[in-house]
């Protein structure tokens, strides 16, 4: 009887600590799930907040009509002619994309190691080519732009442009990745609102000077 009574309790002891262990298990399970949940909301309300901000900034572009460029300073535009008709590609795409890089700051220096006017990385200079001298920077700018335009020549983008401009302005952004997306409105917000910025100052410019 006493060997019984000892069992039982042992028993007991087990199912107990079994018990414990569950709603530890439990009590951990429910932390890490609610812990998720908090990192993931919290990451939401930043990527809101960052999309709202390019949003606005969409926003007073179309309201302003894109007078702000009137007193934006393209870094010595004849610069940006010469190496564009060099590379095949049109001046004012240059400049469109010069403005949303840099403002036109030939100092400008951005936290993932972009350099200068064109905002380019180093990985696009050759040899001993010195980023930070404005007159390379647009150089090896419009060379990568050339080189995009060999690529994406032929292909219609979103806006339907069968010489892939807008393709161009996203892989000067976003990469691969993202001009390999065609519809820019799936695009990551980052690259979806440069593509929208850069391309509507563009076509600001062209009809500024008159062009289609």
Same mark, same amino acid.
């Given at each position: 009887m006493r060997n019984l009574n000892n069992l039982l309790e042992e028993l007991l002891r087990l199912i107990i600590a079994g018990a414990l262990i569950a709603l530890l298990c439990f009590t951990v399970m429910v932390l890490v799930v609610e812990g998720a949940k908090h990192i993931g909301k919290e990451n939401r309300i930043k990527a809101l907040k960052q999309e709202q901000a390019y949003k606005k900034a969409i926003y007073k572009d179309k309201i302003k009509g894109q007078t702000k460029l009137l007193h934006t300073k393209v870094y010595d535009y004849a610069t940006i002619v010469? +190496?564009? /008709?060099? +590379?095949?590609?049109?001046?004012?795409?240059?400049?469109?994309?010069?403005?949303?890089?840099?403002?036109g700051d030939p100092n400008a220096l951005s936290s993932s190691g972009a350099i200068g006017l064109m905002q380019v990385m180093p990985f696009?200079?050759?040899?001993?080519?010195?980023?930070?001298?404005?007159?390379?920077?647009?150089?090896?700018? *419009?060379?990568?732009?050339? =080189?995009?335009?060999?690529?994406?020549?032929?292909?219609?983008?979103?806006?339907?442009?069968?010489?892939?401009?807008?393709?161009?302005?996203? =892989?000067y952004n976003g990469g691969y990745k993202q001009a390999n997306i065609r519809d820019?409105? /799936?695009? *990551?917000?980052?690259?979806?609102?440069?593509?929208?910025?850069?391309?509507?100052? +563009?076509t600001y410019l062209k009809r500024k000077e008159g062009k289609k």
């Amino acid at each position: 009887m006493r060997n019984l009574n000892n069992l039982l309790e042992e028993l007991l002891r087990l199912i107990i600590a079994g018990a414990l262990i569950a709603l530890l298990c439990f009590t951990v399970m429910v932390l890490v799930v609610e812990g998720a949940k908090h990192i993931g909301k919290e990451n939401r309300i930043k990527a809101l907040k960052q999309e709202q901000a390019y949003k606005k900034a969409i926003y007073k572009d179309k309201i302003k009509g894109q007078t702000k460029l009137l007193h934006t300073k393209v870094y010595d535009y004849a610069t940006i002619v010469k +190496y564009a /008709k060099m +590379y095949g590609v049109d001046p004012l795409l240059v400049a469109s994309i010069q403005i949303h890089e840099s403002h036109g700051d030939p100092n400008a220096l951005s936290s993932s190691g972009a350099i200068g006017l064109m905002q380019v990385m180093p990985f696009h200079a050759r040899g001993s080519e010195n980023l930070f001298n404005p007159d390379t920077n647009v150089m090896v700018a *419009c060379r990568l732009l050339g =080189w995009l335009r060999g690529q994406f020549k032929g292909t219609t983008d979103h806006l339907s442009n069968a010489d892939g401009t807008e393709l161009m302005v996203a =892989w000067y952004n976003g990469g691969y990745k993202q001009a390999n997306i065609r519809d820019n409105d /799936k695009r *990551c917000f980052e690259t979806k609102y440069y593509v929208k910025r850069v391309m509507n100052s +563009y076509t600001y410019l062209k009809r500024k000077e008159g062009k289609k």
